[in-house]
């Protein structure tokens, strides 16, 4: 099943989906949890040893609500994918490197095939349907 059609379709169908994690988390840490406060974001960063919490909480919200939209209308998507891997790959290190694999028991598990999804749109493109194909049109 090596038809051009179906890749695309897989290439959409996983940028929204990884998409709408991204926004989802990076609303959730500014709107639910909120920043401030005793179970604020800024607070939960700074209980993990992440450097400049308060900077890191406005930073990675950011990139994971703008990220998260970018990937949705394929505008940017390799170096988005990019960029959110590393990021991944630093969830990885401060909040479940020490629990293991399993998600149970706070493991990377679940961040490790994110960053495995992200790899894929980073290899194959954002497809045909994306902003990118479009514009890459007038260049």
């Known amino acids: 099943?090596?038809?051009?059609?179906?890749?695309?379709?897989a290439l959409l169908l996983l940028?929204?989906?990884?998409?709408?994690?991204?926004?989802?988390h990076g609303w959730q840490k500014v709107f639910i949890d909120g920043m401030n406060g005793t179970g604020?974001?800024?607070?939960?960063l700074e209980k993990l040893g992440v450097p400049q919490p308060g900077?890191?909480?406005?930073?990675v919200s950011a990139?994971?609500?703008l990220g998260g939209a970018l990937l949705i209308i394929g505008l940017l998507t390799t170096a988005v994918a990019t960029m959110l891997i590393i990021y991944m790959a630093a969830v990885v290190w401060f909040?479940?490197?020490?629990?293991?694999?399993?998600?149970?028991?706070?493991?990377?598990?679940?961040?490790?095939?994110t960053m495995v999804a992200l790899f894929v749109i980073v290899v194959f493109g954002a497809g045909r349907a994306s902003l990118d194909r479009a514009l890459s049109r007038f260049s």
Do not use: C, K, Y
């Not at 099943?1 to 379709?9: G, I, L, Q, S, T």
């Not at 940028?15 to 989802?24: E, K, M, Q, S, V």
């Not at 604020?40 to 939960?44: E, K, L, V």
């Not at 909040?95 to 095939?113: I, N, P, R, S």
């Open 15 to 24: 940028r929204l989906a990884l998409g709408i994690i991204f926004i989802a």
């Open 55 to 59: 900077a890191s909480a406005w930073l």
């Open 63 to 65: 990139l994971e609500m």
């Open 95 to 113: 909040v479940h490197w020490g629990h293991g694999f399993f998600t149970a028991d706070g493991g990377f598990e679940l961040a490790m095939l």
């Open 1 to 9: 099943m090596n038809h051009p059609a179906v890749r695309d379709a």
């Open 40 to 44: 604020g974001t800024i607070a939960q």
